[in-house]
């Protein structure tokens, strides 16, 4: 199992920017990939779940809306509902709103090269570059891997960025174990790791405070002579 790199908010912004804002490849617009990668980083869906979602599984009408992920293509083998944010589920309605309910919610994803059309995305955001020998890097410098389920990867990094306890970012995850949730799919970022630190109490030397009839009384004591004490002077 390879161990993937989250983005952070500023990555994600320059990838879904890049994105808007590219020309079609991997047989979807820049519109279309930029809607797909907030799809698979909000929700947390892999890139087969992706693909199956059709016009009739998303509910727009309550509050809030709502996708639904088939048993035949979740990991778990297991029918899931899911909320939306209200931002991600209006751009999907003015998308896909008009769709037959047959109808791919993404009809240009590829059966797979998931990995290439993001990696191509985030080449041209900068955040991915060329070595000296013109070979792309698609590993950060802890060997985490740039992929499409890097976007996985920093749904389960923001959750817990948030707060969120562990048990619900299992469920939202759709993980049967906890523990793959918190070593696998979360990373603790540096301003993450800083701010922890910030909370701890002080450790720097206090010495007792001294007030001004303490320190009378021990100018006092100073001028006394200890040698003298019990010393008779004939």
């Known amino acids: 199992r390879y161990e993937r790199h989250a983005f952070s908010v ?15 490849h991997h047989g979807m617009t820049g519109a279309d990939r930029a809607l797909l990668y907030r799809t698979a980083v909000e929700p947390g869906f892999r890139w087969s ?16 809306a709502s996708v639904t992920n088939e048993a035949a293509s979740a990991q778990n083998e297991k029918e899931d509902t899911i909320s939306l944010r ?25 059966k797979e090269r998931g990995a290439d059309m993001i990696r191509k995305d985030l080449e041209s955001a900068g955040i991915l570059l060329r070595d000296g020998d013109g070979k792309l890097v698609t590993v950060d ?3 985490l891997e740039y992929d499409f ?4 990867a920093t749904f389960a990094t ?5 707060r969120v306890p562990l048990a619900t970012a299992q469920r939202l995850m759709r993980h049967s174990d ?13 301003d993450d790791k800083a701010e922890a630190l910030a909370k701890l109490p ?5 010495r007792p405070t001294v007030d001004d009839g303490q320190k009378e009384n021990a100018g006092q004591n100073s001028d006394e002579s200890p040698a003298s004490e019990g010393v008779k002077i004939v």
Not at 202 to 206: M, Y
């Open 10 to 24: 500023e990555e994600m912004g320059r990838l879904l920017a890049t994105a808007e804002d590219g020309r079609k």
């Open 149 to 152: 389920h890097c976007l996985r």
């Open 141 to 143: 410098e802890y060997g």
């Open 158 to 162: 923001l959750l817990n960025k948030a």
């Open 86 to 110: 209200p931002e991600l589920a209006a751009d999907l309605k003015a998308r896909i709103g008009l769709f037959a309910p047959s109808e791919r919610a993404f009809p240009g994803m590829w």
């Open 178 to 190: 906890p523990k793959l949730t918190a070593n696998t799919y979360t990373h603790v970022m540096l």
């Open 202 to 206: 002080s450790i720097a030397a206090q």
């Open 49 to 64: 779940e992706l693909r199956s979602l059709k016009r009739g599984s998303f509910d727009f009408d309550p509050s809030p």
